[in-house]
């Protein structure tokens, strides 16, 4: 039954105590907000120590949610504000690197619309090479570019989530991309 | 180098990044299309940015296959599974305070019932005399550190309590000096 609710009807049931509404957020959002801890923690483990304190804030504090804000901008402002306190508990620097994923099979992804395994073969590098240079960049740069091309973010979505000016927002993201374009120097990105 | 549009003046890097997301009204995005067909300098910064974002999204797309993994951590839990535990506890909880704060005041009560029963237990207590045995706070040697200055009374060994009281008077009062001697011990000597 909950899963044909959106998020905003899902939050209210929440709100009035029910357990099984808040359930089914979290699992409509459990892999999303990983994605997103997982791009600011650098590992598994602290983006799943992560999610978890993200999702126990968000059910300690599903009252204060108004509806004002779209649920996605709410629960990515508990996420980044749970990744930003566990790194202030670790006491690590900004610049971590992502640790390779456990499982994952980095065999060429073959699109859908691109049968050149050539093709495949660059993307996948390109993405290996993308995930080192992403770790370098000054963290609330990362954050703005992780929220925009992880979580397929709007700007005016990051700049709710952030609470940032749209300007400021857009700044962040181009930063991002010219500062990647930089290190990747010589790699040809076409 | 790239050459630019030969006449237009190209749009603000961050509008082309506009672009490239979608994120530009339909009509500046035709607009900046136009201009990408004359201009190899921004054709080649909006494939670049186009080319950062599959790349992004390769990223993604693996991070979010990946199971997730029973951490040892958490003794083989997953993520929600634990959260739930934590929000069940929470539910339980202004239940439990309640019951434990009732039963803090009946206690209470209780006590204070009690004590109105027998002040007189309440104004006998008194300061805590010295007890016996306990001598002054001997006067030690500059930057020295005093001991303890309490001997208890012991009824067994109580018949030595003055030889004892010497031991300490010479150990504390008049410490040993270098060369072993103690001034007394040469004195009771002479008598």
């Not at chain 1, 402002?77 to 499982?103: H, P, S, W």
């Not at chain 2, 934590?86 to 309640?98: D, M």
């Not at chain 2, 300061?127 to 067994?156: M, R, Y």
Request: with cysteine; hydrophobic share 40%.
């Amino acid at each position: 039954m909950h899963s044909s609710l959106d998020d905003e009807k899902l939050a209210q049931l929440a709100r009035g105590g029910d357990i099984d509404a808040f359930d089914a957020l979290m699992l409509r959002w459990e892999r999303k907000i990983f994605a997103l801890c997982y791009g600011i923690m650098g590992n598994a483990d602290d983006a799943q120590d992560a999610v978890q304190e993200s999702f126990q804030s968000a059910f300690k504090t599903i009252r204060t949610f108004r509806g004002d804000s779209k649920f996605s901008s709410w629960i990515h402002r508990i996420a980044v504000n749970a990744c930003i306190t566990q790194k202030r508990k670790q006491k690590r620097l900004a610049e971590t690197g992502f640790e390779n994923l456990d499982g994952v099979s980095w065999e060429p992804i073959a699109s859908g619309t691109d049968s050149n395994p050539l093709h495949a073969i660059q993307g996948k590098e390109l993405a290996l090479a993308v995930r080192s240079a992403v770790a370098t960049l000054p963290e609330e740069i990362r954050l703005a570019v992780l929220l925009k091309e992880f979580q397929n973010l709007t700007f005016q979505e990051i700049s709710e989530t952030l609470q940032l000016p749209l300007s400021t927002v857009k700044s962040r993201v181009y930063t991002g991309f010219k500062l990647l374009r930089e290190k990747l120097g010589g790699r040809k990105l076409l | 180098m790239y050459e630019r549009h030969p006449f237009e003046k190209c749009p603000d890097d961050v509008r082309i990044l506009d672009h490239c997301h979608g994120e530009l009204p339909t009509a500046d995005s035709l607009l900046v299309e136009g201009h990408l067909r004359d201009c190899e300098h921004c054709r080649v910064l909006s494939a670049e940015f186009k080319s950062l974002s599959s790349a992004f999204a390769i990223i993604r797309e693996d991070i979010e296959e990946t199971p997730l993994r029973q951490s040892p951590r958490t003794h083989g839990e997953g993520i929600l599974g634990r959260v739930l535990k934590v929000i069940r506890t929470h539910a339980t909880r202004p239940i439990i305070a309640t019951s434990v704060g009732a039963l803090l005041v009946i206690v209470i009560g209780l006590m204070i019932l009690k004590s109105g029963d027998s002040p007189s237990e309440i104004t006998s207590m008194k300061t805590p005399t010295a007890s016996p045995g306990v001598l002054s706070t001997p006067q030690s040697s500059a930057g020295s550190i005093t001991p303890p200055t309490e001997v208890p009374s012991d009824p067994i060994t109580d018949t030595g309590s003055a030889n004892s009281s010497e031991e300490f008077r010479l150990a504390y009062v008049e410490p040993l000096p270098e060369d072993g001697v103690r001034l007394t011990d040469i004195l009771s000597e002479l008598e």
